[in-house]
Structures are given as structure tokens and as C-alpha cells.
């Protein structure tokens, strides 16, 4: 297995070692390494991008046996520096921690996040009601969000295992295995785009500037 060296470690840059290259489809090589910074697709959000020596990292998933990273190049087995995009995963941080904010945000008003997507561009978070819920309006639910922002808390990890809870200061945690800003000005400001009731679930749009 990989070591999941993001779980707890912010740096973008490392050396590990590569313990296995191979062709893999679309041209793209898989590249498997003992340990990684990577952030893999999945938990809402897409994948870390960056490069692995000269290699560009243009994708990586988790697999059953660990982490593959899909270079455009091959890689020699063997040392290596990796290197993440540092642009890339502030802005994927920002968005999953503006994730959070949202979700508990919509506690007080009786709603319990069911599912939370961070892609850029699309990110929104989705509710269900627990028992009786009324919705705030769209600048109501943007004040409150940015609210928490300036307060700036810092991000609190709790790791127990495979088992990691993620919160801010005093606020609420969630079990969590994203990528987070490591203190909450680092989101910058959340604009809601839309808040949509449907079938008893709020979908919440959001983008963060
Ligand atoms: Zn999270």
C-alpha cells in the first residue's frame, strides 16, 4: 500500500521512491510509489496535479493496491523528487473547506449534509432535512459562511488509524480524508450561486473568489 503521506503533511514537494512504471491506456503511464503527497481523486474532489521528476502527473485514483499516479512520460524505478501544483490544490482546499463551512452552516436551519461535490466550477453541497427545517436566503447563508471566515480558525485533525476528522477551531468536525486550507482566511470569500429545493433535498451552488 501507499503511504498516504497527505493524510497529515501539507509540503509539496518530496523525495520517495518509484516502485513500479507501466503503460496503462490513452498513452499515460501508471506510476505507483511508496509513499505520496498526492491527493487522489475521490471525497468530492478531483485529483492533485503536478509532476513526478520531469514526468507530468496529469491524474491520480485510488486503486485497490494504493495510489497510481498517470504521468504523460514514463519514470524510472528508483528515486524520484514529486512535486504537487501548488495553485491547484489551494484552490481544490479552498473549495472543500468552503464545503464544510456550508454544511454546518445549514445545521442550525435543520439540515444534515448528504453529500458534498468540490469541483471547480460545479462545487455544491447537498441536504436532507432532519426534522423540521426552514431554508435561509441566498445573501443570509453568505453572511453567515464568510462570518466563520473571519474568525479564521485553524484547521484541527484528528487522526485515529485510517480514521481522520477534520474541523476548524471549536467548530464541528467531519470525517474527512480531503485536502483543507490550515487556516479558514485562506478561503478567501464564498458566494452562493444557488440554493435549490427539490424532492426534500437543498442543493447549495457555491464558488469561492
Ligand atoms: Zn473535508
Known amino acids: 500500500m501507499t503511504e498516504r503521506l497527505y493524510f497529515s503533511n501539507d509540503g509539496l514537494q518530496e523525495t520517495v521512491t518509484v516502485t513500479q512504471c507501466q503503460a496503462d491506456q490513452d498513452g499515460l503511464y501508471k506510476v505507483t510509489l511508496d509513499r505520496t503527497l498526492f491527493h487522489p481523486q475521490g471525497g468530492g474532489q478531483p485529483s492533485d496535479k503536478g509532476r513526478i521528476n520531469g514526468a507530468?502527473?496529469?491524474?491520480?485514483?485510488?486503486?485497490?493496491?494504493?495510489?497510481?499516479?498517470?504521468?504523460?512520460?514514463?519514470?524510472?524505478?528508483?528515486?524520484?523528487?514529486?512535486?504537487?501544483?501548488?495553485?491547484?490544490?489551494a484552490l481544490h482546499a479552498r473549495l472543500h473547506s468552503a464545503g464544510h463551512l456550508i454544511g454546518f452552516s445549514l445545521e442550525e436551519f435543520g439540515w444534515r449534509a448528504i453529500k458534498g461535490h468540490h469541483w471547480p466550477g460545479e462545487a455544491r453541497v447537498v441536504f436532507e432535512a432532519s426534522g423540521t427545517s426552514n431554508t435561509p436566503d441566498?445573501?443570509?447563508?453568505?453572511?453567515?459562511?464568510?462570518?466563520?471566515?473571519?474568525?479564521?480558525?485553524?484547521?484541527?485533525?484528528?487522526?485515529?488509524?485510517d480514521e481522520r476528522k477534520v474541523g476548524f477551531g471549536?467548530?464541528?468536525?467531519?470525517?474527512?480524508?480531503?485536502?483543507?486550507?490550515?487556516?479558514?482566511?485562506?478561503?478567501?470569500?464564498?458566494?452562493?450561486?444557488?440554493?435549490?429545493?427539490?424532492?426534500?433535498?437543498?442543493?447549495?451552488?457555491?464558488?469561492?473568489?
Open 138 to 161: 441566498l445573501q443570509e447563508l453568505e453572511c453567515i459562511v464568510n462570518g466563520l471566515i473571519k474568525v479564521d480558525h485553524a484547521r484541527v485533525l484528528q487522526l485515529d488509524g
Open 56 to 89: 507530468e502527473v496529469v491524474r491520480v485514483m485510488n486503486e485497490v493496491n494504493g495510489v497510481a499516479h498517470f504521468t504523460k512520460t514514463a519514470v524510472d524505478i528508483g528515486p524520484a523528487m514529486i512535486t504537487v501544483d501548488g495553485s491547484i490544490r
Open 170 to 209: 471549536n467548530l464541528p468536525t467531519y470525517h474527512c480524508g480531503g485536502t483543507h486550507v490550515a487556516r479558514l482566511k485562506e478561503i478567501g470569500k464564498v458566494v452562493i450561486e444557488k440554493i435549490k429545493e427539490k424532492k426534500g433535498q437543498l442543493s447549495v451552488f457555491y464558488t469561492v473568489i
